[in-house]
């Protein structure tokens, strides 16, 4: 029988890691000023433990809901969403082996997991590839195990990584496959080379195979992933945007609250004090709930097709329940996609209504909190989302799951 991860209480995943979280938060607007990547932030989650809350109890981890999750996600992302992006590849190959028929292979990679071994992502072909094609491909070596070439790019923490989770085309038998590659290891190369104005300390970028080692029991059939993934993985930059107006609520108030000057025409004789300007911030509190709350909802949905797998691998649930839960996941991620990428952007350009021109001196760096929500805001267009969803509610037309970018056609 699968293992279901069983719910943990929030609070004490809360008070287990918010030392860590408060650690990062020191020091993220000075690695995203300088470019310095979080090798020590991510090793030292990764060592308490962090990158195992969804496995089972019984298998060493923390046993953690989508739900509480994603609240700590929030919580991570308003310490760095960069950090929070960067985990994005390996909690969804976490999912997909929660999911996963039980048996040595997957109890395998749960331990690895407990171990504190990551995965990064490798998925997007470079250049002008077609829609739908994979050029990255994965070849038998003749002794029973295979190699892996090609290029990606998008590679997102990958070089915080111990595993790659690689989109890829098996050339014997023309199947499309998740190859699992171990990034400690020769023919394997990762570049820092994402050259966004926002989210620049993700460890994004160029990841390129040449004749790497790949074990037979590391390819997964991509047939068999978790129907619920495309929502999954749009759940984290839901809860990157909802982390990064979080996190704009609490720096813009801290410099109201510290601010020294005030104009003439001002509403009060200190800045802290000013009606107008507290309304201000205000607005961006109200914001940052309703990101929270609309993250909430998705995680509910997400939990849903969870536990809907796990009881359709134990037949006490259909086929139709089944699709039925997943498209709902879809579907709440889309809606939740099209309300929180102006809502955050918007509350985070507001909040420098509360400050005057020195919320625009570089030493503050409080513009990363608008760039990286931008940045996190153009992964997976919300403005083809809208459309689907528009097409559902009056066509009843189902939004895809699974879909691909490449050159025009």
């Not at 038998?173 to 990762?190: D, F, M, S, Y």
């Amino acid at each position: 029988m699968t293992v279901l991860a069983t719910g943990t209480r929030l609070a004490g995943l809360k008070a287990r890691f918010a030392p860590l979280f408060a650690d990062i938060a020191q020091g993220a607007a000075e690695r995203d000023r300088t470019g310095e990547l979080p090798y020590q932030a991510v090793a030292d989650l990764a060592a308490a433990g962090f990158g195992a809350i969804r496995v089972p109890e019984s298998h060493g981890g923390a046993g953690a809901t989508l739900p509480e999750l994603f609240e700590l996600f929030v919580d991570l992302a308003a310490a760095d969403s960069n950090i929070a992006q960067a985990l994005r590849a390996h909690f969804a190959f976490v999912e997909d082996r929660l999911v996963a028929e039980p048996g040595p292979g997957r109890d395998k990679w749960l331990a690895r997991f407990a171990a504190g071994e990551l995965v990064g992502n490798s998925w997007t072909e470079v250049g002008t590839v077609k829609v739908g094609d994979v050029i990255t491909k994965v070849t038998p070596d003749g002794e029973g195990g295979f190699k892996i070439n090609g290029t990606k790019y998008y590679s997102t923490g990958s070089i915080f990584a111990d595993w790659l989770d690689t989109y890829a085309e098996r050339t014997d038998t023309g199947k499309r496959v998740i190859a699992a590659v171990n990034r400690h290891q020769p023919g394997v190369e990762l570049a820092d080379d994402w050259d966004g104005f926002g989210q620049r300390t993700t460890g994004t970028g160029t990841s390129t195979f040449t004749d790497a080692v790949v074990a037979e029991e590391d390819l997964i059939d991509f047939d068999t992933r978790f129907k619920y993934q495309t929502a999954f993985y749009q759940q984290v930059l839901l809860a990157v945007l909802a982390g990064s107006v979080k996190a704009a609520e609490r720096d813009f108030a801290a410099e109201l609250k510290a601010r020294k000057r005030t104009f003439s025409h001002a509403a009060a004789n200190v800045a802290a004090e000013d009606p107008q300007l507290l309304q201000v911030i205000g607005e961006v509190s109200a914001a940052s709930f309703a990101a929270a709350a609309t993250v909430q909802r998705v995680s509910a949905a997400l939990q849903g097709a969870y536990e809907t797998a796990l009881a359709l691998h134990t037949g006490q649930a259909s086929a139709e329940e089944d699709e039925a839960a997943n498209d709902a996941a879809e579907l709440a991620s889309a809606q939740a996609q099209v309300v929180l990428t102006p809502l955050v952007l918007n509350a985070i350009t507001h909040a420098f209504d509360a400050l005057a021109a020195s919320a625009t001196s570089v030493s503050k760096n409080l513009d990363r909190h608008w760039r990286n929500a931008r940045t996190a805001g153009n992964h997976n267009p919300w403005v083809f989302k809208a459309r689907l969803i528009g097409d559902l509610a009056v066509n009843g037309t189902e939004l895809p799951r699974v879909w691909a970018i490449g050159a025009s056609k």
